[in-house]
């Protein structure tokens, strides 16, 4: 019998092939689509990439067509069909706002599922074509702003980073953002224990001059920050998600190994520091294998054996 999740990763490939309906997709709507599926359940690196490659090339109709037909296959329950559309409710109400276009067709899509009648492609087409353009701020000049404004709010490290920070205003968007969301991730390592150290702080320091270029009292402040708010608390999932955006399958890879360094800053590797980073790994689509590969960079003996 088939699992939910494999119903669940066929749907997400089917998603991505109807967004090339017109033989598209820009840069925008790529990251639309990656936030989208970002929150399907437990995909895996290796499913992550395979969805990586439906997005690098045209799905042509064909192709889709036999996707269709994977997906239907897998709704043979009610529950199953429960579940899909349990999911897509959740997609397109995730930015707190629901149009009556996106109402219309979802309800047109839920009585054709429920009654396995065709005419399911053309509706999963439309909706999430709209969801791809809502979050690619491709619907109009509003949208993208609230966008903006959302990325802003939820990600404190990056409020104060621009209040304090006026000079880093030559930095490119996008990599301030993913240099906030590093160091909010370091600092969530940091914090597992509800306290700072003042080795910890300094290894976060140390982190940010070598391997983010930032000069030392740039990164002393970062690590104030950073400080402050991991104890506030942090949109970990959203700061992940727009880590992931903006890196490589590699960089991803050594940033984990980074994550063991701040954890053994201080009195050695704890279980809760190692199972906080495997949190951090699952999120970022890391293997299990590089997992276990950047935690062997940490000592038996200073990983108590774990």
Known sequence: METTHTMFFKLAKLMIAVSWADGELDNSEINALKEMLFSFPDLDAKEWAELELYMDSPVGDA???????DVVASLGSASDKDRVLKTITELITADGTVSEEEQAVFNELKSA???SRTGV???ISRLTGGIVK???GKNNDRVFREQHLEDFIRNKVLYDVKRNFPEMAQISEDQLKKLTAAAA???RVAAVDNEFSSKERATLISLLVSDWNMTEPEAELLA??????VMEGIDYHYVTLSFFNRTTPTE???FIKCLFRIANASEKTSSEEIEEIRSIAQGLKISHADFIEAKLTISDNDRKGL
């Open 113 to 115: 599922i429920e009654s």
């Open 252 to 254: 991803r890879k050594d």
């Open 121 to 123: 492609l053309g509706l």
């Open 185 to 187: 991730l370091m600092g």
């Open 134 to 136: 809502k979050k690619s």
């Open 63 to 69: 192709e889709r067509d036999i996707l269709l037909e």
């Open 224 to 229: 104030e920050i950073v400080e402050q708010r």
